[in-house]
Every structure is written in structure tokens, then in C-alpha cells.
């Protein structure tokens, strides 16, 4: 048995639909020409990869016949044109000791498409019956993939918040109520502006006292901050990873000594939908970085 080649597929430049990528495959593969000696001697038989083919939703895109020439590591490059509905790469080589492999990597569809996704958050759910944020949508829709996610702050999650925050930076924040919902919407809005206003913990502050009435000035090495939620999800360097504005107001019930809600509630999202509507007119920054 030889040991696994180790492959590698990857492209140059941002996947649109209609973009026109270069993708770039390797493998590590020794390409014995057939012409070396190893140390005792003896000729290595040639074992090279004789064919690569490369398929685009299993459409044959690419075909090379490779020689002795081709030295270790093997590095192909070929082009590929990204479909509208995004896709997925296979790479499928062979050798003369008639082993095989395959590499596959996804080609994301058309995240552009999605730009306005970060901006309509929190919203109120019908089915779920609650306000819900981008983040609780993303573990929602995980679980109708193969590759369900759990909990608010797992890295995935954040990662995927993360970009669709970056494709909708620029944006204001569209936080409007549907007709059908407008009554309970206003209902979680109000629920908002009164936890914001509302004294809590040893520090017997309201959010309000530090990120209206005190901004600017200086709290533990933090300059006070408008609290606008413009720039989430955030990479905090005291964290050292990144956090969503569910983990940051947890922070600062933290910070006042209230008792902390769990992730998750209802009065999280509330102040999410107050601190979004009061920042309406602002653009979102997309994913930002904070000590
Ligand atoms: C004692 C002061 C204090 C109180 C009270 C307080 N915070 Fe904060 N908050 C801070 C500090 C300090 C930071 C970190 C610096 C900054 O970004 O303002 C922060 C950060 C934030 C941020 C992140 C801003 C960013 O861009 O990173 C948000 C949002 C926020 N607070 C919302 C709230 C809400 C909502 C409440 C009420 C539940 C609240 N804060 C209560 C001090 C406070």
C-alpha cells in the first residue's frame, strides 16, 4: 500500500456566476519517470499520473494526458466558467500502479444574490413565533442541509454570518414589519426601547447611559461606542474569536452585573431590533475587528 496522495483544488479570484476562475490542482504525487535509481540501485518503475480529468456538475471540462515531463508536485491549471446556479468541481487522476482519486470542491452559487439577506434582521417568525435574528436563520436553515449546525456562536455559523454581513456591507438596515405581523412587531420594538432604557444590575445602569449619555468617554480601556450594530459579527481580540451581537450585549449585561440572559432570548432580539432601527440610515460595515 502507498501512502494517500495528497491533493489540493483551489481558484483565483471572487466565485460569481458568470465569472470566468482559474482553478489550480495539485498532488503530491512522486511522478516516477521511471528513469531513477533508488539508493541501493535499484530503477524506480515509472508510476506517473497519466490522466487528469476535471468535470463541472459532471460535465467534462478538462482532459490532460501528462508525460514523464511533469515533475512532483503535479500543478494544473484550467478554467473555469461559474454557472448561475454554482456548482460543484471534480477532479478525477490516475496512475500507472492504477491507483486513483478524486478532489471536489463546491463552487458557492451566486452569494450576490443573497446581498440584501444581513439587512431584514431581526425579523418576526410565524412559524417560529419569535423574533428572529440572521444568526438563528442560519441555524435554522442548516438543518435542512446535510450538515446541520449547532449553537449561536459555533464557527460556522459565524463564518457564514460573516460573509453574508461582508455581501451586504454598504446597506442600510431594512428593518420594516410586514403588514400581517406589524402588531406584534411593534409589540418586540417597544419591548426593545424599554430594555434599553432600563436600569440594570449592581451598576443600576440602562444601555442608554453608557451609549447615549457617556459616549466617547473611557470605561476599562474602551472608548464608549454609540452601540450601533453596524460592525457584527465582530472578531474580539479579548475573545479571541468572533462573537455576534447576541454574545456582545450578553457582554454587557456582564459589565453592568445583571444577571446575564441565555443565548438566545427573547429580550436579545428585542434589543437587537431596537439598537438596528436606531441605527437605520447608517450602513452596515460588515464583519469588524474589536480589542
Ligand atoms: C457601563 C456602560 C455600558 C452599559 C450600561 C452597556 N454597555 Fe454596551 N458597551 C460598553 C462598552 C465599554 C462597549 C465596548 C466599546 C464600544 O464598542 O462601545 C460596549 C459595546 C456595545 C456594543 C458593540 C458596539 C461595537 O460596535 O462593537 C453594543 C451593540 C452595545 N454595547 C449595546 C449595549 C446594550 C444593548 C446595552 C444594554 C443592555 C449596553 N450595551 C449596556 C459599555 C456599556
Avoid at 123 to 133: E, F, R
Avoid at 166 to 190: C, H, M, Y
Wanted: proline share 7%; glycine share 8%.
Amino acid at each position: 500500500m502507498s501512502s494517500p496522495i495528497l491533493t489540493r483544488l483551489a481558484w483565483t479570484g471572487p466565485v460569481k456566476a458568470g465569472a470566468n476562475l482559474e482553478a489550480r490542482w495539485s498532488a503530491a504525487h512522486p511522478m516516477d519517470s521511471g528513469f531513477r535509481v533508488d539508493d541501493s540501485g535499484r530503477q524506480i518503475p515509472k508510476n506517473i499520473i497519466h490522466t487528469v480529468r476535471a468535470y463541472l456538475n459532471d460535465r467534462l471540462i478538462m482532459e490532460a494526458d501528462l508525460g514523464t515531463a511533469m515533475t512532483s508536485p503535479v500543478y494544473l491549471a484550467f478554467p473555469v466558467l461559474v454557472p448561475p446556479e454554482g456548482g460543484i468541481v471534480k477532479v478525477i487522476w490516475k496512475d500507472d500502479l492504477g491507483q486513483m482519486g478524486e478532489t471536489q470542491q463546491r463552487l458557492v452559487g451566486n452569494i450576490e444574490k443573497m446581498r440584501q439577506a444581513a439587512t431584514h434582521f431581526p425579523k418576526w417568525s410565524v412559524k417560529q413565533q419569535k423574533l428572529i435574528n440572521l444568526e438563528d436563520q442560519i441555524l435554522t436553515c442548516s438543518e435542512r442541509t446535510q450538515r446541520p449546525l449547532k449553537g449561536l456562536e459555533n464557527t460556522d455559523v459565524l463564518s457564514l454570518s460573516a460573509l453574508l454581513h461582508q455581501t451586504s456591507a454598504g446597506l442600510n438596515f431594512q428593518i420594516v414589519p410586514k403588514d400581517e405581523t406589524l402588531q406584534r412587531w411593534q409589540l418586540e420594538l417597544n419591548e426593545g426601547a424599554k430594555l434599553f432604557t432600563t436600569r440594570i444590575g449592581r451598576m443600576n445602569l440602562a444601555c442608554t447611559h453608557c451609549h447615549d449619555l457617556n459616549i466617547g468617554k473611557t470605561m476599562r480601556a474602551d472608548v464608549i461606542s454609540p452601540g450601533h450594530p453596524t460592525g457584527f459579527p465582530i472578531f474580539k481580540l479579548s475573545w479571541q474569536s468572533m462573537g455576534s451581537v447576541d454574545r456582545r450585549l450578553r457582554a454587557c449585561y456582564s459589565g453592568v452585573q445583571a444577571e446575564v440572559p441565555a443565548p438566545g432570548s427573547p429580550e436579545l432580539r428585542q434589543l437587537e431590533l431596537f439598537l438596528k432601527s436606531r441605527a437605520q440610515g447608517m450602513p452596515i460595515e460588515g464583519p469588524s475587528l474589536r480589542r
